[in-house]
């Protein structure tokens, strides 16, 4: 009997393809958007997570608190030292690297050809904890951090704004109108979000305070913990160990904060997470519209075919006959639309992946999810006018005109 209602289902149906491609079209838009929009709420997630990754997983950052006036707070303290960074190292165990940074942006030069890049102060540690490499020459050492002298290691962007397709390495440039010497190039390292890695300028952090900015001031502290168990251990440790150095009292907030990229990484998912929701939420509609459209064009092919079901009825046909019937050609109908709407939902991802900057992930759940819910907006909407068929009286069927 299935088989036999299956058949009469898509024999109406091819025989007012027409109609049921339209009516199909509010499902496929609404399952393609679904698909789209949560591809790239997932792309956003993974591409977050794999820069946080890239960043060193194991990583705690240290930075100085606000600045508080009244009940509000404004703009960042200055709190951190070098002094601060050498007394982690020097009193804390089960790290690999300690790597105080400072950065600011600045004109640079070379002969006829300047850009203006961020010129981050590191110390050789940065490499460690941040998983920079070099490309070409050699890292400044601590040598050249304790004698605060004037070399640079560019990043691949800035090289080759500089100097092209020739090397760079032993050549000079000019940092704020002061002389450095190139003693490296980086290897590429990508986007991590806004920020792009290679379009920088690392240099000692003592040359960046004495020689070019001054200050005695650090912005960030990176710490790179041996193994990640040790995370909450060293944490603590680290504020024990600052808060005694800073003489901040028990009962008063530290002047600092510590956290990880554990920790970053979670809310960056949450976030990310409530922005899929809200994109699939938005996108989800259409299906609703989708859904609407099924039930009316239902109820417009029950009018239709009112004397078919009195003269069905007439022969023997059950209520149960005549409501599969009608649920079966919307449910067809919702089906067809959300394959239809999946395929064009991946090739609309694969577009914003190739043809933007933003990346698209199509998971296998999201895909379940929308076409499972095609389905269900296809029985829930066909439900109505199947019922309405399935109660009609066999005498006022085919009374009909």
């Known amino acids: 009997m299935f088989w036999i209602i299956l058949q009469v289902a898509f024999r109406e149906l091819r025989g007012s393809w027409s109609r049921s491609l ?11 958007a679904v698909v789209a929009m949560v591809a790239l709420g997932q792309g956003a997630k993974h591409d977050m997570a794999k820069n946080i990754e890239n960043l060193g997983a194991n990583l705690l950052i240290i930075r100085p608190g606000l600045l508080q006036k009244g009940h509000v707070r404004k703009a960042v303290a200055q709190t951190l030292t070098l002094d601060d960074a050498f007394l982690i190292r020097k009193k804390v165990g089960r790290i690999v690297s300690v790597a105080p940074t400072i950065s600011q942006a600045a004109q640079v030069k070379r002969f006829n050809k300047n850009t203006r890049t961020n010129i981050i102060g590191v110390t050789p540690d940065y490499l460690t904890a941040r998983k920079f490499a070099v490309d070409k020459g050699k890292f400044f050492t601590f040598r050249d951090v304790a004698g605060a002298r004037r070399v ?14 020739r090397p760079a390495v032993g050549k000079y440039i000019k940092i704020n109108g002061v002389n450095f010497l190139v003693t490296a190039v980086m290897a590429e390292k990508g986007h991590a979000g806004w920020w792009d890695a290679d379009d920088q300028i690392l240099i000692p952090i003592t040359t960046y305070q004495k020689r070019v900015f001054g200050g005695s001031y650090i912005r960030n502290i990176f710490v790179e913990v041996d193994r990640q168990g040790d995370m909450e251990w060293v944490s603590g440790r680290i504020i024990t160990l600052l808060r005694k150095s800073h003489r901040i009292r028990k009962n008063m907030e530290a002047d600092f904060h510590v956290r990880s990229q554990v920790d970053i990484l979670k809310s960056m998912e949450s976030m990310t997470k409530t922005f899929t929701y809200l994109l699939g939420g938005i996108a989800a509609i259409s299906l609703v519209v989708g859904g609407i459209g099924i039930m009316n064009i239902m109820l417009v092919t029950v009018t239709e075919r009112t004397r078919e079901i009195g003269l069905r009825k007439a022969l023997g046909a059950k209520k149960r006959d005549i409501l599969k019937q009608f649920l079966v050609e919307s449910i067809i109908i919702s089906g067809a639309g959300g394959l239809l709407g999946v395929g064009l939902g991946a090739l609309i991802a694969r577009a914003i992946n190739g043809f933007s900057d933003w990346d698209t992930y199509i998971s296998t759940s999201s895909v379940l999810i929308a076409y499972t819910t095609a389905l269900l907006v296809g029985i829930f909407f066909g439900w109505y006018p199947a019922f309405k068929a399935a109660r009609l009286s066999p005498v006022d069927a085919l009374r009909h005109e």
């Open 152 to 165: 640079t290691a560019l990043g691949k962007t800035v090289a080759e704004e500089l100097f092209g397709l």
């Open 22 to 32: 339209l009516t199909m079209l509010g499902v496929i838009i609404g399952v393609a």
